[in-house]
């Protein structure tokens, strides 16, 4: 009963899954995966068909024991046994991994070792060991083959590069960098290939069969600078920016040179003739495979960003997308023989802005640990493998080829350096010194790169390989033991300013922005379309249309600096909860801070109350008859053309006509004899007191206030009155008995009329409709007397 319900289930499943299975090219009856190794031909194949019997377990068995004396061999105990060579692959791989985390560890856990030699130079030391002790057991020790560097160990370490690249100082520096990467390079292969050739001409029997055009390939092998050999070394010694990325640019961006020129050199080696044409399309091609790099980078860019619009969901699988498109892309170049470095460091570059806003904060620290982490290990791994490769590979020495490879490398790099900063130094503000040319041209290392690529030649058309490997290895040494190793004290010696690590503040934000807004605002005024008018054209573009499509919610209207603040504002708060400072939070958390956790409401609408036409014809013919209509100071600025302004020429002959009114008193006032000090009222009210009839006014006594005094007392306090009321007997008019009786008044001048003017004061014999409007010419709005020593002009004029 048992077996049958198996059976009819069994067959139930197969019916339900036949359709799947022959979809996918599969038979729907059950197979047997083949006993061959995953190294042979055959794969994964399908056996015989078997029937229903075979299948099942238990018929199975049968089976075994009714075969006649083909059974396996009886193990001792039944269960345990050996079998290295099903885990011998993901074995060995861990056992390499680990071995480079341990060297590594060790590395710097020996601080002295470390300030001495640079960890490129012992990870190297190591190979070069666990290569001769492989050998010595009498094993073939591995060799870093090209397949396993281009597609698994160099992708980490330029993703990490391109993702956490400093954009603003490779934008700045671009056209520099692209003049070393791309003219630098040139000069490099064609000078090395044309010299190395006439050193085979000359150089003998052994070196007469090497043709120009292997030459030149050779050439253009070793001439670039290996990016992950200048990463390894220049992050130890900690150089400036400006000096370090423009030795790590050009070793990212000469890569579609190198591309090129090695494809060009190893297609036209198998030509007969190489005529014009194909001069040009190699030439032609240089564009292809770099821009073609960039194109393929930038679409997946663009898609990643997105793909992670949609995973506020699931933010487990917010790296993941990170690091497939980003492989995808490079696979993608690579397929097509375009530039796949071109393609990595391009979607980096687009994807990291949209990413960032899209995902969380702890996938963005997934994210930036897990590109570390592999591309260290990437990096590591590269350089045992290339002591291990030194002691596994075919060596042929000929010291005249190594020599005058060795030597023609370092004056290629100082000339290419010294004349191409030169031409640079005529467009550059800021000019590269004699220093910083000495650590550009002492810092063209060279590395795996060039070792690969020359791994990858054909015996049957390159069959002087391993002499071209011999010397690329020398050079490799050379520059990494030699100039690796005494550019740190190089540095010290000659003081070039080092990198400072210092965190970017709200403060130095602000006014990066600021300085971006002006320099534009200078380069349209000037009408000169330079590199701040094109980033501002491109950010306006970004901010209107890119950003609505790629980031998600309300980020994308978010301004960059209150987003720079949200990011600086959540870094502070894990490294205070990092520390153990979380009794320091305060109480009141930002809104920016806890946006990413709590779902953000929705601010609410205000209510705008609705007026009747009739009201709002009111209240506007209200602020037309009592609001001023101020005159318009400042038009609109176009700088091709200047409106004149129409009441300019009257303000200017105001303004000069009152300045000409104050010289004039202030003449007067040093032509006269100073007046004397008026006394204060508490001396008035003790002289007066003391001798009444003895006092006289002064003649200023005009400006001072009415104070009216009693002779009788003049000691009380209630003697003293000071009168709102102007009495009648001023303005020079003789003063009436009654106001003799009443005692000594001191009045003020009487206040002109509001809306006079100093300039503009009305006569006794004009109308009310002239005086308003010599009132109205006279006042031009409110304003401020202009102080001693302020110019004529306002500034807003």
Not at 585 to 614: F, G, H, M, W, Y
Not at 758 to 776: E, K
Request: proline content about 6%; overall charge neutral; charged content about 20%.
């Amino acid at each position: 009963m048992g077996a049958a319900a198996l059976r009819a289930l069994h067959w139930a499943l197969l019916l339900l899954l036949g359709p799947l299975l022959l979809g996918q090219g599969l038979q729907a009856n059950a197979t047997r995966v083949s006993e061959q190794p995953w190294g042979e031909a055959g794969g994964i194949t399908a056996a015989p068909l078997a029937t229903a019997q075979e299948v099942h377990p238990l018929n199975r068995q049968q089976h075994n024991h009714s075969s006649d004396g083909h059974s396996k061999p009886r193990k001792a105990f039944p269960v345990l046994g050996i079998d290295y060579s099903h885990v011998r692959i993901p074995f060995e791989i861990s056992l390499w991994i680990l071995l480079a985390c341990l060297m590594k560890m060790g590395f710097h856990v020996m601080s002295s070792v470390s300030k001495v030699v640079p960890e490129s130079c012992l990870l190297i030391v190591v190979g070069l060991l666990v290569g001769g002790l492989i050998k010595a057991v009498g094993e073939k020790p591995p060799i870093l083959k090209s397949d396993i560097f281009f597609l698994f160990l160099l992708p980490p370490i330029i993703l990490d590069a391109g993702y956490f690249l400093p954009l603003r100082q490779f934008t700045e520096n671009l056209g520099t960098i692209l003049i070393f990467a791309v003219v630098g390079t040139l000069w490099n292969a064609f000078f090395l290939g044309g010299l190395m050739y006439a050193v085979c001409q000359i150089g003998g029997s052994g070196l007469n069969h090497i043709g120009l055009l292997a030459n030149l390939l050779f050439g253009s092998i070793i001439s670039a600078v290996d990016p992950v050999a200048v990463l390894a070394v220049f992050e130890e010694i900690h150089i400036n920016e400006l000096l370090h990325i423009l030795v790590f640019g050009e070793s990212l961006l000469n890569d579609a040179v190198t591309v090129v020129l090695y494809h060009l050199f190893e297609e036209f080696a198998n030509f007969e003739q190489v005529t014009i044409i194909d001069i040009i399309l190699g030439f032609l091609s240089f564009f292809v495979v770099s821009l073609g790099g960039v194109f393929v980078g930038v679409i997946y860019g663009l898609i990643a960003a997105f793909t992670s619009r949609f995973t506020s969901n699931i933010r487990v699988i917010e790296p993941l997308f990170v690091f497939l498109y980003s492989y995808m892309a490079y696979l993608s170049a690579e397929l097509f023989h375009l530039s796949g470095i071109m393609a990595l460091i391009a979607s980096g570059v687009v994807m990291r802005p949209y990413v960032e806003a899209n995902i969380s904060h702890k996938s963005h620290t997934t994210i930036k640990y897990f590109l570390k982490m592999w591309s260290s290990v990437s990096e590591t791994l590269i350089f045992i493998f290339l002591g291990v490769s030194t002691v596994a590979g075919q060596h042929y020495w000929n010291w005249t080829f190594v020599i005058s490879t060795l030597l023609f490398c370092l004056i290629a790099r100082v000339l290419g350096v010294l004349v191409l900063t030169w031409f640079i130094n005529k467009f550059r503000i800021v000019k590269l010194t004699p220093k910083d040319q000495f650590i550009i041209a002492y810092g063209g290392l060279r590395g795996a790169i060039a070792f690969s690529l020359c791994y990858l030649l054909d015996y049957e058309h390159f069959n002087m390989r391993d002499m071209f490997l011999t010397a690329i290895i020398t050079v490799i040494f050379f520059t990494v033991f030699v100039q690796g190793m005494t550019i740190r004290p190089l540095v010290d010696l000659l003081a070039v300013k080092k990198k400072q690590e210092t965190k970017r503040s709200i403060n130095e934000e602000i006014h990066t922005q600021f300085l971006d807004h002006l320099l534009t605002g200078i380069e349209d005024i000037c009408g000169h379309y330079g590199h701040h008018h094109w980033k501002d054209k491109l950010n306006r573009f970004n901010k209107k249309y890119v950003k609505k499509c790629l980031i998600a919610g309300e980020r994308s209207k978010e301004p960059q600096l209150i987003a720079f603040y949200h990011k600086m504002e959540m870094k502070q708060a894990i490294e205070l909860v990092e520390s153990g400072g979380l009794g320091k939070i305060p109480s009141t958390i930002s809104a920016v801070s806890i946006q990413n956790i709590s779902p953000k409401t929705l601010p609410v609408e205000r209510v705008i109350p609705t007026l009747s036409k009739d009201k709002e014809e009111e209240i506007r013919k209200i602020l037309r008859s009592n609001l001023q209509k101020t005159r318009q100071r400042l038009r609109s600025y176009n700088r091709h053309t200047l409106v004149a302004d129409p009441y300019e020429e009257a303000w200017n002959q105001m303004l000069l006509r009152r300045q000409k009114i104050r010289q004039a008193d202030h003449q007067n006032a040093y032509l006269t004899v100073p007046a004397n000090k008026i006394d204060s009222p508490t001396m008035s009210r003790a002289r007066i007191g003391s001798d009444p009839l003895a006092y006289e006014p002064k003649p200023d006594s005009e400006n001072l206030p009415i104070i009216t005094i009693d002779p009788a007392s003049p000691q009380s306090p209630e003697s003293v009155d000071l009168p709102n009321k102007v009495p009648k007997g001023c303005g020079g008019l003789p003063p009436s008995p009654e106001e003799d009786e009443e005692g000594l008044v001191m009045r003020p001048k009487e206040p002109s009329s509001p809306g006079t003017d100093d300039v503009f004061t009305p006569g006794t014999g004009d109308s009310p409709s002239s005086q308003r409007m010599l009132r109205c010419l006279s006042d031009p709005g409110p304003r401020q007397e202009p102080e001693e020593g302020e110019p004529f002009i306002p500034k807003g004029q």
